[in-house]
Structure formats: structure tokens, C-alpha cells
């Protein structure tokens, strides 16, 4: 690539890890990775891996809609094989309509991009035409799409099944924000960080733009960064036992990053966090070290594990299509299809009956997951049948604040557009869904 086009690096990067994640379904997080990564993305410097990162972000978030878009600037659509050259397209023409780029400047690299590829190069033309004509008619673009879903097929269809179309509307305009950071923290303690909105229980949002390891309080332990749908499980697993947490034995399976053991641990619990990845519970370490407190760690798959004693308390925080984080993780909308659902609920059954026998009598079991969908949430709960537990049906006041998250059944139920602030900016949560239990 020439070197003397400001600039290009950073859109070669991001127009090649859009490429990689809808064409190979590679994982946004993987890419970005430290040691890991896309190489030319590592090879980049600090300020235009930022430039990379937001491209790609905001690509995979409105690639829906730019699809669209696209479609009504051009008379004869490229060749589904030339990935480059409509990545390359997708990145320029989102930087010109959600990153208030100036048009000549995201043209002009990107017609530098198609051109300086030999794959590509025949259709310098082609791209200049169609990203000029989208730079001219910009504004009347975005309003033609913009009931355009931003969910592909896949989604959109199940998420209307499950949840209704009015819902599934409501959540894709909450997707189109980039989402806030909320944070929880020590009881008493993380309330005194003053950048920062209060949420139901004990979260709060970030309303900051600083680094949060530059925030207030950070490099002391006193909180940490969890979506307020992340926090409910350990405020349901709190609702639920007689007493409370303090003093209780309890396990928090599936535990890294570690968000829920640091809760659990803040209420006085005695806490064994378990997950199988070495890898992932090198940050359960790093943060419980960070904030001071304390939890036994061990690294075991769950279907295997055999503890010495039974637990008060278990939280099963299962492995799912993680569809309730997308405002987070857009990648999944690409290099997701659903087609592992029936093998992910099993593992879900599997691991909810492991779980309960390592209850004691009369102890109580949080099942949680991140999914929007309701195979792995409502229908399995329903369906399955547990013998040696008792299904635990939550009241309104279970949640002060989020009371719109109690289900029907009487379980917690979060949707992306649930929590609603003073602007679109400001609210959503992630998607989650928890059912409680007792042992018999």
C-alpha cells in the first residue's frame, strides 16, 4: 500500500477485520487481542488501533442499514467473492453517515484502498461512482433506511418469534446507540465516584469519557465495570436466601472476567469461583487482586468438578449465544447464525443438573445467561424438568427499579431497551434471563 495516504492504515485495518468477521466469522475481541490480533492492526500505533477499533465497531453496528444504503447507489451490485472491495465500501460509507467523517476524506481513502489492491484494482471506477453518489445523496439515504433492522435474518426472525415486533423494533433502535459503561462497586464505596449516574441496586453509570483506569477509585479496588444486567443474578441469589449472602458458602460457576464473584464477595460471602480457561481466570485473579477481596479460585470444567462439600448458594452463569451483548460485541450479529442453539440448551440442561447436585438442602440456585432468546431462557426452564429443584417465582419487588424485567413466569427477563434514562444515549442494558431455584 502507498504510504503516503494519511490515514490508510487505519481504514486498511478496520475494512480487513470487518472482512474477516463476516466472512469467517472471526471474533471482534480475538482481532483486537494484544498478542493474538490481526497483524496489521497490531503493527498500527496506539491513536489509529482507537481509529480502527471504532471504524469496525460502527460498521458491524449499522451494517444492516449500510447494506441498504449501498444497494440504492448502485445499478449492478459487485460479486459476493470481492469481500475487500465491499468491506472496504461498508467502512467508508459508515464513517461518512454515524462518525461525522468529512465525505472527500473517507472517499478518497477508499478509493485509494480499492485501487492499490490488486484484487480490487478494476474497480476503482466502480467504488469512487457509488461512495460519491452516497456522499451526494447522504441525508436522504439515512432516511430511506431508517426502519432498516439491524439485526440480519437470522436475528431479526427469532427475536420477532420470542419477543413480538414491537419489542424487536424497540431493541434494534436502542442497538443503534454505542453503549454506556456501568460499573458496581464495594457497599458504600463505589457511590463516591461523581462520574457517574445511579442505577436500581447498587450499579451506576459511567457519565465520563475518561479512561477508566484514570476514574476515581480504580486503581484503589473500590469498583469495577459490570452492565446492570450482569448484576441482578447476585441480587436475586441475595433476594432469595434466608439471610442473605453473608457468611453463605457459594459458587460461582462459569465465573471469569469475574464481575459476579467481586459482588458476591462484596456482600461477605464465601466465594469458589470455577471456570475451565486458565486463560479467563487470570483476570478473576488480576481483578479479585486489584479490589481486595478474596475468593478460592479453580480451574475445572464444571461437568467434571467433584468439591469436598456442598454449597448454601451456587450462581450458573452458562455458556449461551451471548445474543443479549450486542450492543457490546455487534461481531456476534456476523459470525453468529444460531445453528449451535439445540447443542448450547444441552449443555445448559447438563449444567443445570450438575449444578443442583452440588446443592446442600434448601440452598438456592441462580441459572443466568446472556441470550436474547428464549430457547435458552423461558423454553428451558419450562421444558426441562429438574428433579431435585424447586422453581423459586419472583414478585415485582424482587427488583426495585426493574421491576419491568419480572417475567410472566415469575423470572428475570432483561431486553436491550428496558432501562430507560433522560436520553437514548444514556439507557439500555444488556440482555439477560435468571431463574431461581431451591434444592429439595
Known amino acids: 500500500m502507498r504510504e503516503d495516504v494519511k490515514g490508510a492504515k487505519s481504514r486498511q485495518a478496520a475494512a480487513g477485520m470487518l472482512a474477516l468477521v463476516a466472512g469467517k466469522r472471526a471474533s471482534f475481541d480475538d482481532l483486537v487481542d494484544a498478542q493474538k490480533g490481526y497483524r496489521p492492526y497490531l503493527a498500527l500505533d496506539a491513536a489509529d488501533q482507537g481509529l480502527a477499533r471504532a471504524i469496525t465497531l460502527a460498521t458491524l453496528r449499522h451494517r444492516c442499514r449500510l447494506q441498504a444504503m449501498l444497494a440504492k447507489c448502485w445499478d449492478r451490485p459487485p460479486p459476493r467473492r470481492a469481500t475487500h472491495l465491499l468491506a472496504v465500501l461498508e467502512t467508508a460509507l459508515a464513517q461518512m453517515a454515524f462518525m461525522k467523517v468529512p465525505d472527500q476524506a473517507a472517499v478518497n481513502i477508499a478509493v485509494s484502498l480499492v485501487g492499490n489492491n490488486p484484487a480490487t484494482r478494476r474497480f476503482r471506477g466502480f467504488a469512487n461512482a457509488v461512495l460519491r453518489k452516497a456522499a451526494?445523496?447522504?441525508?436522504?439515504?439515512?432516511?430511506?433506511?431508517?426502519?432498516?433492522?439491524?439485526?440480519?435474518?437470522?436475528?431479526?426472525?427469532?427475536?420477532?418469534?420470542?419477543?413480538?415486533?414491537?419489542?424487536?423494533?424497540?431493541?434494534?433502535?436502542?442497538?443503534?446507540f454505542e453503549p454506556t459503561l456501568d460499573i458496581n462497586g464495594k457497599p458504600g464505596i463505589g457511590a463516591k465516584l461523581a462520574e457517574a449516574i445511579d442505577l436500581p441496586g447498587t450499579s451506576r453509570r459511567l457519565t465520563s469519557t475518561m479512561p477508566v483506569h484514570e476514574l476515581p477509585g480504580y486503581e484503589q479496588g473500590n469498583w469495577w465495570v459490570q452492565d446492570i444486567a450482569a448484576a441482578q443474578p447476585v441480587r436475586l441469589l441475595d433476594h432469595c436466601m434466608a439471610g442473605g449472602l453473608a457468611g453463605k458458602k457459594i459458587a460461582d460457576l462459569c465465573a471469569a472476567p469475574g464481575g459476579k464473584t467481586m459482588q458476591l464477595a462484596s456482600l461477605g460471602a464465601d466465594v469458589t469461583a470455577v471456570d475451565i480457561s486458565s486463560r479467563r481466570l487470570a483476570r478473576v485473579e488480576g481483578n479479585l487482586a486489584r479490589t481486595g477481596l478474596k475468593a478460592d479460585v479453580v480451574c475445572s470444567d464444571l461437568m467434571e468438578w467433584e468439591p469436598a462439600t456442598g454449597f448454601d448458594g451456587i450462581l450458573l452463569d452458562a455458556p449461551c449465544s451471548a445474543t443479549g451483548t450486542i450492543r457490546r460485541h455487534p461481531d456476534i450479529l456476523w459470525n453468529s447464525t444460531g445453528e449451535n442453539l439445540s447443542g448450547l440448551v444441552a449443555l445448559q440442561v447438563a449444567m443445570i443438573g450438575k449444578a443442583a447436585g452440588l446443592l446442600r438442602p434448601g440452598g438456592v440456585l441462580v441459572y443466568a445467561n446472556c441470550s436474547l432468546l428464549k430457547a435458552e431462557g423461558e423454553n428451558l426452564v419450562a421444558t426441562h424438568p429438574f428433579p431435585q429443584l424447586e422453581p423459586i417465582r419472583l414478585s415485582a419487588d424482587a427488583l426495585p427499579g426493574l421491576e419491568v424485567c419480572i417475567n410472566g413466569q415469575g423470572n428475570f427477563r432483561s431486553l436491550l431497551h428496558y432501562l430507560k434514562l433522560d436520553s437514548g444515549e444514556q439507557s439500555g442494558m444488556d440482555g439477560f434471563f435468571c431463574a431461581c431455584f431451591k434444592r429439595i
Open 136 to 176: 451526494s445523496q447522504l441525508d436522504a439515504l439515512k432516511q430511506q433506511t431508517e426502519t432498516v433492522s439491524p439485526f440480519p435474518p437470522w436475528l431479526a426472525k427469532q427475536l420477532q418469534h420470542d419477543h413480538g415486533k414491537e419489542k424487536t423494533r424497540a431493541m434494534g433502535r436502542q442497538f443503534g
